[in-house]
T-cell receptor
Framework: QKEVEQNSGPLSVPEGAIASLNCTYS??????FFWYRQYSGKSPELIMS????GDKEDGRFTAQLNKASQYVSLLIRDSQPSDSATYLC???????????FGGGTRVLVKP | DVKVTQSSRYLVKRTGEKVFLECVQD?????MFWYRQDPGLGLRLIYF???????EKGDIPEGYSVSREKKERFSLILESASTNQTSMYLC????????????FGQGTRLTVV
């Protein structure tokens, strides 16, 4: 079992709709969680971080964390074709310096 | 803005060559990382460093070594390149402490022929 799991997709959403991405993690010691966006041929770019249970909103993005269920999600509202990318979920421990990444979910936003 | 710069965007090397990939960050970050990314396998950690001259093996260190002589610079060395090391190599840096975010360089696409 992978430590951080994501559905590989592709997740196809119409322009203007909400894209919902899910991520589960197995390491109960994980304390911090991140969402990265990666365009084809480019490097990952940090878009959201979340550390506490609940929701965190930043523009069109909302991250949700449920530590009891070991579940992290990312909502993209008013999806645009420019949101078409692979989204990587990452988890980090309170102690230690490295992040563990999921395999990524490919999102396609269709005009 | 955090800037992580990798020395090459594309690199083609021959089997058996010694290959150096360089990474420089300008944010005084303690942590630096080297990942490789392959289709279907995701991001895999090769090595990371939490201080000058300090390093720890990641998930796939075989065939690689690293060097960190200065805080801002982290080098990945392929001792004898092989075709199965053809990949996208990503350097990242971050502050020390529990599970802090990592910032990535632009990546080096290495092809070993």
């Amino acid at each position: 079992q992978k430590e951080v799991e994501q559905n590989s997709g592709p997740l196809s959403v119409p322009e203007g709709a909400i894209a919902s991405l899910n991520c589960t993690y197995s390491d109960r010691v994980s304390q911090s969680f991140f969402w990265y966006r990666q365009y084809s041929g480019k490097s990952p770019e940090l878009i959201m971080s979340i550390y506490s249970n609940g929701d965190k909103e930043d523009g069109r993005f909302t991250a949700q964390l449920n530590k009891a269920s070991q579940y992290v999600s990312l909502l993209i509202r008013d999806s645009q074709p420019s949101d078409s990318a692979t989204y990587l979920c990452a988890a980090g421990r309170a102690a230690g310096n490295k992040l563990t990444f999921g395999g990524g979910t490919r999102v396609l936003v269709k005009p | 803005d955090v800037k992580v710069t990798q020395s090459s965007r594309y690199l083609v090397k021959r089997t058996g060559e010694k290959v150096f990939l360089e990474c420089v960050q300008d944010m005084d970050h303690e942590n630096m990382f080297w990942y490789r990314q392959d289709p279907g396998l995701g991001l895999r950690l090769i090595y990371f460093s939490y201080d000058v001259k300090m390093k720890e093996k990641g998930d796939i260190p075989e065939g690689y070594s690293v060097s960190r002589e200065k805080k801002e610079r982290f080098s990945l060395i392929l001792e004898s390149a092989s075709t199965n090391q053809t990949s996208m190599y990503l350097c990242a840096s971050g502050t020390q402490g529990g599970g802090t975010e990592a910032f990535f360089g632009q990546g080096t696409r290495l092809t070993v022929v």
